[in-house]
C-alpha cells in the first residue's frame, strides 16, 4: 500500500480549520506493472539497439549551446551514449516490472525516460551527415515560440475547466484573437492597441460560451465545437470581404521587436533563450507566475476550485457560483485571445483563413495531460512546442535515415494523440468539470 499525507482547506475563509488526513492508494495490479515495466524496456532497447548501433560507429554528435561568444558545444560519442542512456531506461523498466516505482516516483522515470530518449534520438540524427553540428540552442529557442500559443491557450483552458466549465473552444478563441489584433493594430498602427483589442475578442468570444454554457446549459463540448467553426466562418467571411480587398490598410500590422532585458539577456545560454524576445512572451511568463499562484495560495483560488469541484458545497457558504464561472471563463477566453495575438502581431504579423491550425485543440490536450494544473499544462505544452520544432529542424538536417517529411509534419499532432490516449488514460478532471450547476 502507498500512504500519502493530504491537506485540506475548507472553503469557509483562511480562518477556518485545516484538516490532515492520510490517503492509503492501492497498489499497482501486477498486470499495469508488467506492461509499463516492459514498455520502458522497449524503449530503452530502441535507444540502445535501434538508434545506438544504426549511428556510426565513432561518429560525435555536437551539440552547440551558444553561437555567439562565448561560444559553448558539447561532443559526445553517439553510439556509447546512446547504448548508455538505453540501459538506464531499461533498468527503470526493469524495477518497475519486478518491484514498482511510487506513483510520484514514476513522473520522474517518465521524465528521465523522455529526456533519454530525446537525446539519443538527437546523437542518432547528428551522425547522418560528418562534421555535422546541432543547433541545441536554435532547437530550444524555435521550442519556446512555438509553445506560447499553446501555454497561452493551455491557461485559459485551466482557468475554465478548474471552474467547472469545459473549454473545446481555445482555438475559435485564438482565431478570434488573431483576427481582431491584426485588424485593431493595422487600423491603430499600433501593435499595443492589436493586443487589447485581441484580449477583448477572446473574452467576448469567452463571454459567448459562458452565456450558453451557463446560462442556457447547453452541452459544452457541442458548444465549444459550434464556437470554433462559428470563429472560423467569421473571420474566414471577414478576411475575404475587408482585409484582402484592402490589405495595406487592415491587414499589415508591425510585428514587435524583441526586447532584450538588461543583464538577463547576458547569461549564457539562458539569456538568448529566455530574455530576448518580444512583448507577448514576456507576458505569458508573468500570466504563468499569476496563474499558479492566484489558483492555489489566493481566496479567489480556492475559491475558484471550490466552485469546479463540488458547487453545491461552495454554494452552501456564501460563494456566487455562476458569477465566478461567468468571470473565469471570460478571463480564460481573454487569455486565449492574447494567444491569438500572438499568432499575428506577436510574430508573421498579416493573419491569414485558420492561422491557428489546430493549436486551440493542442492546448486542450495540454490541459488533459499537464492534469489540470498550471504547471504541468505548461510542461506538456512545451513538450507539444519541441516536437513542432523539432520537426522543422529535421526537415534541414541529413539523418541517418531518412525521414518522410509528412511524417515530421505529423508529429507535434501524434505526441498529442499519444499523450491523451495513452499517458494520461486514467487521470481524473475537476469533480464538476462539464456539469452544468442550477441554483434552486
Known sequence: MERVTA??????????????????????SLRTRLTSGLVLVAVGAVCALLLGLS?????????????QDPHLSVSLPARATCVVLGV???LLGAWQAARGWSREAMRW???VTLLCFVLSFL???V????????????LLQNTILTAVPLILGALAGVLCERSGVINVAIEGQMLAGAFAGALVASLAGNGYVGIVGAVVAGALMGLLLALFAIRYLVNQVVLGVVLNVFALGLTGFMYDALMQPNADALNLPKTFDPI???VLSKIPVLGPLLFEANIIVYLMYLLIIAVDVALFRTRWGLRTRAVGEHPLAADTVGIKVLAMRYRNVMLGGAVAGLAGAYLTIGSVGAFSKNISSGKGFIALAAVIFGRWSPRGAIAAALLFGFTDALATLLSFTQTPVTIPTNLLLMLPYLATVFAVAGLVGRVQAPGADGEPYVKE
Do not use: I, K, M, Y
Open 127 to 138: 551522425t547522418g551527415a560528418p562534421g555535422t553540428s546541432f543547433d541545441l540552442l536554435g
Open 260 to 262: 532584450a532585458l538588461p
Open 55 to 67: 549511428a556510426t560507429a565513432r561518429a560525435q554528435a555536437d551539440f552547440v549551446l551558444s553561437p
Open 7 to 28: 491537506t485540506e482547506v475548507p472553503p469557509h475563509g483562511p480562518e477556518a480549520d485545516v484538516v490532515v488526513h492520510e490517503v492509503v492508494r492501492p497498489p499497482l
Open 123 to 125: 546523437c542518432w540524427a
Open 88 to 90: 538506464v531506461v531499461a
Open 109 to 111: 522515470v517518465l521524465a
